[in-house]
C-alpha cells in the first residue's frame, strides 16, 4: 500500500483546496474503482438489453449468473489472494524477481485448474435446463474471473493502480459494447459479450505482468512448497471473501426471501439491490480511509520502526507509538464522521433518487441499515490494515473468523424474524467484529514496544 500513500503525498504537496479535492479523488478512484465499474457494467448491460431484444427474464438471468460467478470465484481464491501476494512481497525483498513471473503464471494455471473443475460440475450438470453456449460461456466467464482476481491483488501489490483501474475500464467497455451487439442471442449473447470483455482485461493484466518481470522459466510453484506462505493468511482470505457474501447466501437460498432464476442460481428480490446500492455510499469512507491510513499513518509508522531500528532511546520510542496511536484514532474518527454526514445525505436525498429510477420505496428501510452495515465495515478494514502493517496475522484471523460464523448465523436469525429486521443480522454482525478489533487493536499497540524488542 505505501505506493498509494506516495501518490496522495504527491497531490497534497500543493496545499490547496483543488490539491486536496484531487488527493480525495484518486483515493477515491483507486479504493472504490473497479468494483464501481463492476457494479455499473453489469447494470449498463441490463439497460441496454432490456425490453429492446431481450426480455427481462433473460436479462435477469445473466446479471445472476455473472453475480454467482463473482461470488464463488472470490470465494474460491480468496484462499490465494493474501498468502500469495505476501509470497510474493517477501521474494521481492530478497531481489529474487526472476522466479515472480514464473510463480504468478503458476498461480494462475492452478486456478484455472480448480476453477475450471469446480465450473465444469456446476454449470456442466449442476445448473438445470440450460444450453450447451450457456454452459461454455458460463465456465469460460467462470475461469476468467478467478484468474482476474489473482491478476488484480498481484498489480495492486506491486502498486499499478491507475492501470489496474484503467483495465477495468477497458474491460467493462469491451463487456458492455460486446453484449450489446451480442444482446439478439438472449442470455447466452450477454454472456458470450461479457466473457469477451473480461479475457480481454486479463490479457491486458497478464501483459503488464510480463513487461515488467523477466524470467528464465516459464512455470514455477515455489509457492506451493511446504511453508513457502502464512496459513493465517489463506484462512483469512478464505474467511473474509465468504463472510462478504454470506449474508446474501443465506437470502438467496432461504425460502422466505429466494427465489430460483436458473436452478440451483437463486437471487434475491428483496434484497440483492438494496445491499448493492449501499456499497455505492462507502466511496467517501474508503477515500477517507486511504488518504489518512496511506499518508499520516504510514508517516508515524515509519517514524516508530525507524526510531527502533536506529537506537532510539525506549522514552522516545513510546512518544512515536503515541504518535502512531493517535493517527489510527484520528483517521477512524475521520472515517466515522464522512459516513455519519454520508449517511444523513443518503436518508434525505435517497427517496427522491429511488424515484428518479423508479426503484420500490419499500427498499428504503433495508437500504439504510446495509448502509450502515456497509460503514461498520469500512472502519473494520481500517482496523485489519492497522493489524496487517504491525503483522498481526492471528488476530486478524480471530477477527475473520468471528465474521464468517455471526454473518450466515446472525443473517438466518434476521429472516426468522421478520421482513423489519432485514439486513440487522449482517449489520450487527459487522458491529462485533468492528468492537473486537478495536479490543484487539488497543491491546497490541498498548504492548507494542514489549513485543517488538522481545519478540525478536
Known amino acids: 500500500m505505501a505506493g498509494i500513500g506516495f501518490e496522495l503525498r504527491k497531490l497534497l504537496r500543493t496545499d490547496t483546496l483543488f490539491g486536496l479535492l484531487r488527493a480525495y479523488a484518486y483515493a477515491g478512484i483507486i479504493s472504490a474503482g473497479p468494483w464501481i465499474l463492476s457494479i455499473s457494467g453489469l447494470i449498463a448491460i441490463g439497460i441496454f438489453s432490456s425490453n429492446v431484444a431481450v426480455p427481462n427474464l433473460l ?122 451487439l451480442l444482446r439478439s442471442l438472449g442470455t447466452e449473447g450477454l454472456l458470450a459479450g461479457w466473457v469477451a470483455g473480461q479475457a480481454m482485461m486479463l490479457l491486458a493484466m497478464f501483459t503488464l505482468v510480463a513487461r515488467n518481470f523477466r524470467a528464465t522459466e516459464f512455470v514455477r510453484l515455489d509457492f506451493l512448497k511446504p511453508g513457502a506462505m502464512y496459513p493465517a493468511l489463506i484462512w483469512i482470505g478464505l474467511f473474509y471473501n465468504t463472510a462478504l457474501w454470506a449474508d446474501k447466501f443465506v ?40 488518504m489518512r491510513f496511506e499518508t499520516d499513518f504510514v508517516d508515524t509508522y515509519d517514524r516508530f520502526y525507524n526510531g527502533v531500528r536506529g537506537g532510539a532511546s525506549l522514552g ?29 445525505a443518503m436518508s434525505a436525498f435517497a427517496p427522491t433518487i429511488f424515484g428518479w429510477f423508479g426503484i420500490p420505496s419499500l427498499h428504503l428501510p433495508l437500504f439504510y441499515v446495509d448502509a450502515v452495515a456497509a460503514s461498520f465495515q469500512v472502519l473494520l478494514l481500517a482496523v485489519m490494515n492497522v493489524l496487517f502493517y504491525l503483522d498481526r496475522r492471528r488476530e486478524n484471523l480471530v477477527l475473520m473468523t468471528t465474521l464468517v460464523l455471526t454473518v450466515p448465523l446472525l443473517s438466518w436469525v434476521s429472516i426468522g424474524l421478520g421482513a423489519r429486521f432485514f439486513g440487522y443480522g449482517f449489520a450487527l454482525a459487522m458491529l462485533l467484529t468492528l468492537l473486537l478489533g478495536i479490543q484487539l487493536m488497543n491491546r497490541v499497540l498498548g504492548r507494542l514496544e514489549y513485543e517488538t524488542f522481545m519478540l525478536q
Do not use: C
Open 59 to 180: 436479462v435477469t438471468q445473466f446479471q445472476v449468473t455473472v453475480t454467482w460467478i463473482m461470488a464463488l470465484t472470490l470465494i474460491l481464491t480468496g484462499p490465494l489472494q493474501l498468502s500469495f501476494t505476501r509470497w510474493v512481497s517477501d521474494r521481492l525483498f530478497e531481489k529474487r524477481q526472476d522466479i515472480v513471473l514464473p510463480n504468478f503464471v503458476g498461480a494462475l494455471l492452478l486456478v484455472q485448474l480448480v476453477a475450471g473443475g469446480f465450473a465444469v460440475v456446476f454449470f456442466g450438470f449442476l445448473v438445470e435446463g440450460a444450453s450447451p453456449v450457456y454452459r461454455a460461456a458460463s465456465i469460460a466467464g467462470f475461469v476468467v474471473t478467478a484468474d482476474i482476481w489473482i491478476a488484480t491483488i498481484f498489480l495492486s501489490g506491486l502498486k499499478f493502480y491507475k492501470s489496474i483501474v484503467s483495465l477495468f475500464t477497458l474491460g467493462y467497455g469491451i463487456s458492455v459494447l460486446a453484449a450489446y
Open 251 to 290: 437470502f438467496w437460498l432461504h425460502p422466505l426471501t429466494g427465489s430460483t432464476v436458473l436452478s440451483p442460481m437463486r437471487a434475491s428480490v428483496v434484497y440483492d439491490l438494496p445491499i448493492f446500492l449501499a456499497y455505492l455510499s462507502i466511496v467517501p469512507g474508503m477515500a477517507v480511509f486511504l
Open 316 to 344: 522516545e520510542i513510546a512518544r512515536l507509538r503515541d504518535r502512531m496511536a493517535l493517527s489510527i484514532r484520528t483517521g477512524m474518527a475521520d472515517i466515522f464522521k464522512v459516513q455519519a454526514i454520508t449517511l444523513l
